[in-house]
């Protein structure tokens, strides 16, 4: 990853002085005591002991409260399946709302409400979530269908049967945490990276040392601006306690994505953003592609048959094709082309099934808004 430059760290240090920012939160979404919120009465609700939940061949217990039949729905407290797929739970108290992520996947719902927000985006429900004896219930096919399971319903044994694409996976979370203080016991600021690891499922002869490179470079990347970011995280503290407003701590948040896993192959990429309260974060992607029987992590000249100046003119010229079909401007600056050259010194990549997708850094080609853009090559050209 790359490691924030003094111009930039200046730049979001400048924008963070000038915005303050209130937030609050509050866990446990499960036990929320929300008066109005009551079972609607116009709808038919029905409480079904018989119901069973099975995920990937585990039944879900429910002690407290059974699943229940709504509009020919079945509704299940929140807590139990999903905590089973290994998918994080964050409550909002104050909008009655609730988030579930894992990995890049995420679903926002709130309670009494119809729309369900998801990583591809908005699914309208039939049923609202709602609390009932003090249990948050949500339709079990919409959410757990939003992080790719797969449902299905036996209408004989009354059982609820979800496989989850993820539990076949030899690739699993990761984390780095950490919180650092100053001299008084305020949180400056806090670190929380994801990364991936492989499990006991993958059996190459390189998976250790995948796994250790793999950890050594995300505590590399969060180590080499760990004293910038004290640094101006003091700044701020400071600055709040002469001017008597609340400090709200930074961050550093990493995430993963994995595009190709296969008996040899593992590809990913990983987002490390730094929070100053500004605007809005800044993010830095890195890919990462490894050989699983050597450990060997890959680069371009491994991946591809071609001379290294083949490649960059493959690249050079797939990107200059996405520059001039944006003909109204609307991703690319208008003097991407004109810089190309210069931004494609820092081109980056990771693999999918058929292609390699290149990137560069945020803002080198397009507007903040447009995130990252990536550039799907076909691996049959680099043959």
Not at 96 to 106: H, W
Not at 204 to 232: L, M, Q, R
Not at 235 to 241: C, V
Not at 345 to 370: C, G, H, Q, R
């Amino acid at each position: 990853m790359k490691k924030l430059s003094a111009a930039a760290m200046s730049c979001i240090l400048a924008a963070s002085m000038s915005v303050s920012a209130l937030a609050a939160e509050e866990n446990g979404a499960e036990k929320a005591v929300v008066s109005t919120e009551k079972a609607t009465e116009e709808t038919q609700v029905k409480t079904d002991d018989s119901i069973k939940v099975v995920v990937d061949g585990k039944e879900i217990i429910f002690t407290d409260q059974a699943p229940i039949i709504k509009n020919d729905r079945t509704m299940i407290p929140l807590r139990g399946v999903l905590e089973t797929m290994g998918i994080d739970i964050v409550w909002n108290a104050e909008e009655q709302s609730i988030t579930a992520e894992r990995g890049d996947s995420y679903a926002l719902f709130k309670i009494g409400e119809t729309t369900l927000k998801t990583a591809e985006g908005e699914i309208t429900l039939d049923v609202a979530p709602e609390i009932i004896n003090d249990r948050t219930m949500i339709p079990l096919r919409a959410v757990t269908e939003s992080f790719g399971a797969e449902v299905t319903w036996d209408a004989d044994t009354k059982t609820v049967t979800i496989t989850d694409e993820i539990a076949n996976t030899m690739v699993e979370a990761a984390k780095l945490t950490n919180e650092v203080k100053a001299a008084d016991g305020t949180v400056l600021y806090t670190i929380d990276v994801k990364y991936p690891v492989l499990n006991d499922k993958c059996k190459a002869a390189g998976k250790k040392a995948v796994n250790e490179t793999i950890k050594k470079s995300i505590e590399e990347s969060v180590a080499a601006d760990s004293e910038e970011i004290k640094k101006a995280a003091e700044e701020l503290y400071n600055s709040a306690k002469e001017t008597e407003e609340k400090f709200m701590p930074l961050s550093v948040m990493g995430d993963y994505k994995v595009t190709l896993e296969n008996s040899g192959t593992l590809s990913f990429y990983v987002d490390l953003s730094y929070n100053f309260n500004g605007a809005h974060p800044m993010t830095y992607r890195n890919g990462y592609t490894y050989d699983l029987e050597s450990g060997k992590e890959l680069m371009l000249s491994d991946v591809t048959d071609v001379s290294e100046n083949k490649a960059m003119e493959i690249i050079k010229n797939a990107y200059t094709e996405a520059i001039k079909a944006d003909t109204e401007n609307k991703t690319f600056f208008t003097d991407a082309l004109k810089n190309l050259d210069e931004t494609l010194k820092t081109v980056d990549f990771y693999l999918e099934d058929k292609n390699i997708v290149f990137f560069t850094e945020l803002y080198s080609v397009a507007p903040y808004a447009a995130g990252f853009v990536n550039v799907p090559v076909s691996l049959e050209k680099f043959a």
